[in-house]
């Protein structure tokens, strides 16, 4: 039996391209290994979301021999500040000069300030053949019963989340 090491990102880092398998975009490992991505969250309208449980039937439900890793990424967040931006250049412009100045010096602040950082957990499947193409897209079923969603990765969402990993910084990338 092959050792591997947790956490390596070797396999992860020399990738050959990308293929498509059925529906979904495929990350081709170096050792010609097929690689699905997909962002489990939690379901906004459902309020009890089990998540130990979903990984236990996640894990439950694959095949021995299967590969799974699940990615626990702190990536940058544009849409609060974004929104934010959009709501306070929409204030009526105060008619007093200083309280403009205050207005303006604040929308300047929120664009030079950092993003906000958001936790987002991320699947990576390691393709073992046919019979994973219908467990990888049953999961969309099986995490809804828990309160979960799953969202498939296609290539430039797979490109962003390797240009991430491989090379974070705290300045916002176009991810």
């Given amino acids: 039996m092959a050792e591997q ?3 390596s990102t070797r396999t992860f880092v020399l990738a050959k391209g990308f293929i498509q398998v059925g529906n979904h975009s495929a990350l081709m490992g170096e050792d010609d290994t097929k690689r699905l991505f997909a962002e489990v969250y939690a379901d906004p309208d459902r309020p009890d979301v089990r998540l130990q449980e979903a990984y236990k039937a996640i894990l439950s439900s694959m095949q021995p021999g299967w590969t799974l890793r699940l990615l626990q990424l702190f990536w940058p967040d544009p849409e609060p500040r974004l929104e934010f ?12 000069e200083g309280l403009d100045i205050l207005h303006q010096g604040l929308i300047l602040a929120v664009q030079e300030y950092p993003l ?5 957990t991320v699947l990576e499947f390691v393709l073992p053949g046919e019979e994973g193409i ?14 979960l969603r799953i969202r498939y990765l296609d290539q430039n969402a797979i490109e962003g989340l390797t240009r991430w990993v491989l090379n974070p910084s ?4 176009n991810v």
């Fill in 5 to 7: 090491t947790i956490g």
């Fill in 85 to 96: 931006q959009k709501q306070a250049s929409q204030w009526k412009r105060p008619e007093v």
């Fill in 116 to 120: 906000p950082f958001v936790r987002r």
């Fill in 134 to 147: 219908a467990w990888w897209e049953g999961l969309v079923g099986l995490c809804a019963g828990f309160g």
């Fill in 170 to 173: 705290i300045a916002y990338q």
